[in-house]
Antibody
Framework: EVQLVESGGGLVQPGGSLRLSCAASGFTFTTSWMHWVRQAPGKGLEWVSHINSDGTFTNYADSVKGRFTVSRDNAKNTLYLQVNSLRAEDTAVYYC??????????WGQGTLVTVSS | QAGLTQPPSVSKGLRQTATLTCTGNSNDVGNQGAAWLQQHQGHPPKLLSYRNNNRPSGISERFSASRSGNTASLTITGLQPEDEADYYCSTWDNGLSAVVFGGGTKLTIL
């Protein structure tokens, strides 16, 4: 069974940083592209970033480019998202998801990031 | 980044058929087709179909997807109370090298 478990969210002040993690199991993580997608309270889905299977290719939404960094540790079956210079508009549930044919298929339960002073 | 266009809401009666639409352009839906996701309140999204009408294992045949030009559609037949949810389309934008989502359609079962 595919399982994705996010962690690392919390309350952070504007300008602060967090490192989100996503522990993967039940599939071959080392050959899977992965995504981060976020959802602000009461809003729709917003794609944030993706990374290829060996971590050599990444891309980001314009809204987070230069502030967020996606990475992975295939030895630990874990995906990361380093989020820096946080703003109020970054407040959201952050989901990790596995890629299937260039779209996210299996999703974790998400981790909530709240940016507030 | 440009997104895909979905109607904000659709209302249909029990056991009726609903067709949800998703409009993009030749760089995204017109080129790659679309995926459809269902999200119930308080839960993560669930993939219903990808690349137009490929259903993952366990997804009911009542959900079928198609595409015509730059518009993708999701048809849900025999509507049930549990189909009340938000539905999102998603695709790959070749120009942006990024995933794009529609704004979502809230389906209400009357």
């Amino acid at each position: 069974e595919v399982q994705l478990v996010e962690s690392g969210g919390g309350l952070v002040q504007p300008g602060g940083s967090l490192r989100l993690s996503c522990a993967a199991s039940g599939f071959t993580f080392t050959t899977s592209w992965m995504h981060w997608v976020r959802q602000a309270p009461g809003k729709g889905l917003e794609w944030v970033s993706h990374i290829n299977s060996d971590g050599t290719f990444t891309n980001y939404a314009d809204s987070v480019k230069g502030r967020f960094t996606v990475s992975r540790d295939n030895a630990k079956n874990t995906l990361y998202l380093q989020v820096n210079s946080l703003r109020a508009e970054d407040t959201a549930v952050y989901y990790c998801a596995r890629d299937k044919a260039y779209c996210p298929d299996y999703w974790g339960q998400g981790t909530l990031v709240t940016v507030s002073s | 980044q440009a997104g895909l266009t979905q109607p904000p809401s659709v209302s249909k009666g029990l056991r009726q058929t609903a067709t949800l639409t998703c409009t993009g352009n030749s760089n995204d839906v017109g080129n790659q087709g679309a995926a459809w996701l269902q999200q119930h309140q308080g839960h993560p999204p669930k993939l219903l179909s990808y690349r137009n009408n490929n259903r993952p294992s366990g997804i009911s045949e009542r959900f079928s997807a198609s595409r015509s030009g730059n518009t993708a559609s999701l048809t849900i037949t025999g509507l049930q109370p549990e189909d009340e949810a938000d539905y999102y389309c998603s695709t790959w934008d070749n120009g942006l090298s990024a995933v794009v989502f529609g704004g979502g359609t809230k389906l209400t079962i009357l």
